[in-house]
């Protein structure tokens, strides 16, 4: 059983930044598609970003590309978010082993194995 922790969520005005961390058991996260999801009351769950640690391709959201950046330094993968709006408040889970690491399946739910806890994140005045 993989074991995914997340961790580096808090509080932070708009235009703020914040970084999360996400750590897994054994060596998933250096041979397989690992990725970080939200999910806001009320919404579906939405990927955000993914890296394919072979390829060490990236993937984001439109609605995050250039303001957050995904990446990955050992055994840690990192969600580096900068100016933050309202919109990003979530709970923010790591999600690895995923068996598409592609530009049509990263996002995929489905796709990942192996979930950790959340950590949440809140955008406000």
């Known amino acids: 059983q993989v074991h995914v922790v997340e961790s580096g969520g808090g509080s932070v005005q708009p235009g703020g930044s914040l970084s999360l961390s996400c750590t897994a058991s054994?060596?998933?996260?250096?041979?397989?598609?690992v990725a970080w999801f939200r999910q806001a009351p009320g919404k579906e769950r939405e990927g955000v970003a993914a890296r394919n640690p072979s390829l060490r391709w990236t993937y984001y959201a439109d609605s995050v590309r250039g303001r957050f950046t995904i990446t990955q330094a050992r055994d840690t993968v990192y969600l580096h978010m900068y100016n933050l709006k309202t919109d990003d408040s979530a709970m923010y889970y790591c999600?690895?082993?995923?068996?598409?690491?592609?530009?049509?399946?990263?996002?995929?739910?489905?796709?990942?194995?192996?979930w950790g806890q959340g950590t949440q994140v809140t955008v406000s005045t």
């Open positions: 054994g060596d998933v996260l250096d041979w397989a598609c």
């Open positions: 999600a690895a082993g995923g068996t598409d690491c592609t530009d049509s399946g990263w996002s995929r739910t489905t796709s990942y194995p192996h």
